[in-house]
């Protein structure tokens, strides 16, 4: 077996993104495809084709519903007038196709009552509107019936399974090799630092708690024997348990950080994340919410703290 990889320009932190293919006897499979973003078409391109050519993919694997992973793939549609089978949780699914527009005004609706009732500013929210309008547009978009799912690869002589890790995004799925102790895992973990897990509503539903279930699905790879795992971004990871461990200390760190924020006054959730990354520029407020979105799930989970409301505001405090 043979890993190919390519990285591809995205204009956020990270500032790159992995793009694999795997070969094995003469077969090949693209691990996620870059964001359709400058010139990256042109490098994807090029990339598959120096090592394959378009037309000997057998299947596109996305690792989660996030258009650096699979935005270019209209295009490869597009510019290559064929169709290459893509493989996607079906929980991620509603991130990559077109739903109805009412379906998704009544989630921007939600997004925006949710947002204001935990402490965002109204005039913050531009920022996430013109965020979504640049990083959810329907350019990207892919045909349902494009996209099946299934739990096991086999390519040449070699076999992939699928395992669903929740967390970065409801659907997010790594590919697993155990004969040869390699997985792609996607934005489930970096060589260093945290994935984000940010918020994200597609429609009118209960809120997906992103860190909780990235935590648990952490567990899923502590038990697989990985000697290199392949991420969406950064380089290779080697020694996979250790990075789990340290991501798990920086969770219980700032978990007990979040802890004696809430200690010193009822707080909303904008007011603690501010609190969280004072140093980190007010034009990522998003992210530092849904940070502390995050710690406040964990705590709630452990019964520490509470919620009340109060002039359609929600305050957290220590119990």
């Given at each position: 077996?043979?890993?190919?990889?390519?990285?591809?320009?995205?204009?956020?932190?990270?500032?790159?993104?992995?793009?694999?293919?795997?070969?094995?006897?003469?077969?090949?499979?693209?691990?996620?495809?870059?964001?359709?973003?400058?010139?990256?078409?042109?490098?994807?391109?090029?990339?598959?084709?120096?090592?394959?050519?378009?037309?000997?993919?057998?299947?596109?694997?996305?690792?989660?519903?996030?258009?650096?992973?699979?935005?270019?793939?209209?295009?490869?549609?597009?510019?290559?007038?064929?169709?290459?089978?893509?493989?996607?949780?079906?929980?991620?699914?509603?991130?990559?196709?077109?739903?109805?527009?009412?379906?998704?005004?009544?989630?921007?609706?939600?997004?925006?009552?949710?947002?204001?009732?935990?402490?965002?500013?109204?005039?913050?929210?531009?920022?996430?509107?013109?965020?979504?309008?640049?990083?959810?547009?329907?350019?990207?978009?892919?045909?349902?019936?494009?996209?099946?799912?299934?739990?096991?690869?086999?390519?040449?002589?070699?076999?992939?399974?699928?395992?669903?890790?929740?967390?970065?995004?409801?659907?997010?799925?790594?590919?697993?090799n155990e004969k040869?102790?390699?997985?792609?895992?996607?934005?489930?973990?970096?060589?260093?630092?945290?994935?984000?897990?940010?918020?994200?509503?597609?429609?009118?539903?209960?809120?997906?708690?992103?860190?909780?279930?990235?935590?648990?699905?952490?567990?899923?790879?502590?038990?697989?024997?990985?000697?290199?795992?392949?991420?969406?971004?950064?380089?290779?990871?080697?020694?996979?348990?250790?990075?789990?461990?340290?991501?798990k200390t920086r969770?219980?760190?700032?978990?007990?950080?979040?802890?004696?924020?809430?200690?010193?006054?009822?707080?909303?959730?904008?007011?603690?994340?501010?609190?969280?990354?004072?140093?980190?520029?007010?034009?990522?407020?998003?992210?530092?919410?849904?940070?502390?979105?995050?710690?406040?799930?964990?705590?709630?989970?452990?019964?520490?703290?509470?919620?009340?409301?109060?002039?359609?505001?929600?305050?957290?405090?220590?119990?």
């Open positions: 077996m043979k890993i190919h990889r390519a990285k591809l320009k995205i204009p956020w932190p990270f500032f790159e993104v992995n793009v694999f293919i795997i070969e094995s006897k003469n077969e090949y499979v693209l691990v996620d495809t870059g964001l359709n973003y400058q010139d990256n078409f042109k490098a994807l391109y090029e990339f598959v084709n120096n090592t394959c050519g378009f037309d000997r993919i057998r299947l596109i694997f996305l690792t989660h519903g996030h258009p650096d992973h699979y935005g270019n793939i209209r295009e490869i549609f597009q510019k290559m007038n064929f169709k290459i089978p893509i493989v996607l949780h079906p929980k991620d699914k509603e991130r990559v196709v077109d739903l109805p527009k009412e379906i998704r005004k009544e989630g921007a609706v939600f997004a925006y009552e949710y947002l204001i009732k935990n402490g965002v500013p109204e005039e913050k929210l531009e920022i996430i509107r013109q965020q979504t309008k640049s990083y959810f547009t329907s350019k990207y978009r892919i045909e349902e019936n494009d996209i099946s799912f299934c739990e096991d690869i086999n390519i040449g002589d070699s076999s992939f399974k699928v395992f669903h890790t929740p967390g970065h995004t409801p659907g997010h799925a790594i590919l697993y040869e102790g390699i997985a792609f895992v996607g934005d489930h973990i970096f060589s260093k630092g945290l994935p984000v897990p940010l918020l994200f509503f597609t429609k009118k539903e209960e809120r997906f708690q992103n860190l909780p279930s990235w935590i648990e699905s952490l567990k899923i790879l502590e038990k697989l024997e990985i000697g290199v795992a392949y991420p969406g971004h950064l380089e290779p990871i080697n020694d996979v348990k250790g990075v789990i461990l340290k991501m969770v219980e760190k700032m978990k007990k950080k979040t802890y004696d924020i809430i200690s010193q006054r009822p707080m909303t959730i904008y007011e603690i994340g501010q609190k969280l990354y004072p140093q980190v520029p007010d034009e990522f407020w998003s992210f530092k919410f849904s940070e502390a979105q995050g710690y406040i799930d964990l705590l709630e989970k452990e019964k520490i703290i509470k919620s009340s409301e109060e002039n359609k505001t929600i305050y957290y405090e220590k119990i």
